[in-house]
């Protein structure tokens, strides 16, 4: 098993920055690719960012391609969601997920066996 637990959302006006958090305990991290997903009130669930279990990949929806930076720590255990030019859209409970590395490609999106219990980013105009 794997716990995740999020931090760092919160209330911030258009073009601002928001750094997430996701912290991991419970088995080796770096058996993890990472993803982080947002849920927009009334909508599915949706794909935002991932990275492989070394770093070394990231792959972004296009939707935040650009604007967000997913990066990890592995020594922390921790998986970091750097959030430049904000946009009201972006207003979402966002989720960090884990799946063992090699499951498959980063672009698959799908697969992850591991969820946090989400922080709200709520992004005014």
């Known amino acids: 098993q794997v716990q995740l637990v999020e931090s760092g959302g919160g209330l911030v006006q258009a073009g601002d920055s928001l750094r997430l958090s996701c912290a991991a305990s419970?088995?080796?991290?770096?058996?993890?690719?990472m993803g982080w997903f947002r849920q927009a009130p009334g909508k599915e669930r949706e794909f935002a960012a991932a990275?492989?279990?070394?770093?070394?990949?990231?792959y972004y929806a296009d939707a935040v391609k650009g604007r967000f930076t997913i990066s990890r720590d592995n020594a922390k255990g921790a998986v970091y969601l750097q959030m430049n030019s904000l946009k009201t859209e972006d207003t979402a409970v966002y989720y960090c997920?884990?799946?063992?590395?090699?499951?498959?490609?980063?672009?698959?999106?799908?697969?992850?066996?591991?969820w946090g219990q989400g922080t709200q980013v709520t992004v005014s105009s």
């Open positions: 419970g088995r080796t991290f770096s058996h993890y690719d």
């Open positions: 997920a884990a799946r063992l590395r090699w499951t498959a490609a980063l672009s698959t999106t799908t697969w992850y066996d591991y």
């Open positions: 990275i492989d279990w070394s770093g070394g990949s990231t």
